[in-house]
């Protein structure tokens, strides 16, 4: 079955770190540009960050710049998002996504195609 999941949220206070972990399964996520985005409640979903392929060049909304970093493990076939110095306003379901390598893209929601069911982070004391 093609699918991605996303895995490793959860609570954590203000300050605290989190590592989410987008693994496809099904097909090789080397052959797609890969982007984290969240939506919290009552707002649009954004994108977070995404990392191209080849090249693996990265993107990051200003709000998450030093904060978070995106990476690749091909081996295990999973792109990580991890979150240092987390806030309160980071809340949201995170969700990963997938766009053949080659398309043209931005790193916006409308521009991936394929898309797994999210994992909620909460940060809160």
């Known amino acids: 079955q093609v699918q991605l999941v996303e895995s490793g949220g959860g609570l954590v206070q203000p300050g605290g770190s989190l590592r989410l972990s987008c693994t496809a399964y099904g097909f090789t996520l080397d052959n797609y540009a890969i982007g984290w985005f969240r939506q919290a409640p009552g707002k649009e979903r954004e994108g977070v960050s995404c990392?191209?392929?080849?090249?693996?060049?990265?993107q990051y909304e200003d709000s998450v710049e030093g904060r978070f970093t995106i990476s690749r493990d091909n081996a295990k076939n999973t792109v990580y998002l991890i979150m240092n110095n987390l806030k309160p306003e980071d809340t949201a379901v995170y969700y990963c996504?997938?766009?053949?390598?080659?398309?043209?893209?931005?790193?916006?929601?409308?521009?991936?195609?394929?898309w797994g069911q999210g994992t909620q982070v909460t940060v809160s004391s």
């Open positions: 996504a997938a766009v053949p390598a080659g398309s043209f893209w931005l790193c916006n929601p409308e521009d991936f195609s394929f």
């Open positions: 990392i191209s392929r080849p090249g693996g060049s990265t």
